[in-house]
């Protein structure tokens, strides 16, 4: 099975901050990948698809590079309403695979 | 507008069964996989289920391997999730998803087990 693991589990910072969040795979997954955000009381919703493909909607500060096994989510300019659980999800095979999650919370 | 309406949580006591349900309207149902993802109290995402555009290939989670059944009625554009011997550790927030890639989430609907 593949496992995923984030980092940083958490991170404090600042309106304007550049962020980038890691999703690391355990085996090669070429560019099948996933990224959501998810707000404290709310369903998820996704960001990102194929790895660097935003989701319709999705403002263009969020971006998402890398294949196989090391990908990020990066946010240009992070804005208030960004704050939030950021989950990393493997599309390539079964059974499917969550990171554990990034909190990203207001210095 | 892609719509995902759960139901069916409830408060269930160990060992029972519940069969939660997602209604879905504002696209074509029968052309897209379905799947059920949950999250605990404070706790991260975890895939449970996956059923192909026909029905005809389900996928679980081996946490739920032979207790809990995808099913979905293309019919009445509706996916359903059966859950038999329940346990504390299933108690959750039980999520129908749109998509291969996850597309689209419903908001849920609160599983309980407890006695």
């Known amino acids: 099975d593949i496992q995923l693991t984030q980092s940083p589990s958490s991170l404090s910072a600042s309106v304007g901050d550049r962020v980038t969040i890691t999703c690391r795979a355990s085996?090669?997954?070429?560019?099948?990948l996933g990224w959501y955000q998810q707000k404290p009381g709310k369903a998820p919703k996704r960001l990102i698809y194929?790895?660097?493909t935003l989701h319709g909607g999705v403002p263009s500060r969020f971006s998402g590079s890398g294949s196989g096994t090391e990908f990020t989510l990066t946010i240009s300019s992070l804005q208030p309403e960004d704050f939030a659980t950021y989950y990393c999800?493997?599309?390539?095979?079964?059974?499917?695979?969550f990171g554990q999650g990034t909190k990203v919370e207001i210095k | 507008e892609v719509q995902l309406l759960e139901s069916g949580g409830a408060l269930v006591q160990p060992g029972g069964s519940l069969r939660v349900s997602c209604a879905a309207s504002?696209?074509?149902?029968?052309?897209?996989?379905m799947s059920w993802v949950r999250q605990g109290p404070g706790r991260g995402l975890e895939w449970v289920s996956t059923?192909?555009?026909?029905?005809?290939?389900?996928y679980y989670a081996d946490s739920v391997k032979g207790r809990f059944t995808i099913s979905r009625d293309n019919s009445k554009n509706t996916l359903y999730l059966q859950m038999n011997s329940l346990r504390a550790e299933d108690t959750a927030i039980y999520y129908c998803?749109?998509?291969?890639?996850?597309?689209?989430w419903g908001q849920g609907t609160l599983v309980t087990v407890s006695s």
């Open positions: 085996q090669g997954i070429r560019n099948d």
């Open positions: 194929r790895a660097s």
């Open positions: 059923v192909s555009d026909d029905g005809g290939t389900t």
């Open positions: 504002g696209f074509t149902f029968s052309s897209y996989a």
């Open positions: 999800l493997q599309h390539n095979s079964y059974p499917r695979a």
């Open positions: 998803i749109e998509g291969y890639y996850f597309d689209y």
